[in-house]
């Protein structure tokens, strides 16, 4: 890993806790990222989105990317 990724990893270890701390204490956050492995291991809940609209609402019961990948195909293929 060279110098500036892992910098850009103690950043993001760094918000991770934050977002963390803020949803311990009842805060609701918004993580907006194009990032499946970020996204899954954060949220409670997944919206897919296209066009400036909500295509698919899915809770994080187990999420995976696939399943993430497929409302986002699905909602392209037939918006």
């Given at each position: 890993?060279?110098?500036?990724?892992?910098?850009?990893?103690?950043?993001?270890?760094?918000?991770?806790?934050?977002?963390n701390?803020?949803?311990?204490?009842?805060?609701?956050?918004?993580?907006?990222?194009?990032?499946?492995?970020?996204?899954?291991?954060?949220?409670?809940?997944?919206?897919?989105?296209?066009?400036?609209?909500?295509?698919?609402?899915?809770?994080?019961?187990?999420?995976?990317?696939?399943?993430?990948?497929?409302?986002?195909?699905?909602?392209?293929?037939?918006?």
């Amino acid at each position: 890993m060279n110098r500036r990724a892992a910098l850009m990893w103690g950043a993001r270890q760094e918000i991770y806790l934050l977002i963390n701390a803020l949803v311990q204490q009842g805060i609701a956050v918004i993580v907006i990222s194009s990032e499946l492995p970020e996204v899954l291991g954060l949220s409670d809940r997944v919206l897919v989105m296209h066009e400036g609209q909500i295509k698919a609402d899915l809770i994080n019961d187990n999420l995976t990317q696939e399943q993430v990948m497929e409302a986002a195909l699905r909602s392209e293929h037939y918006a």
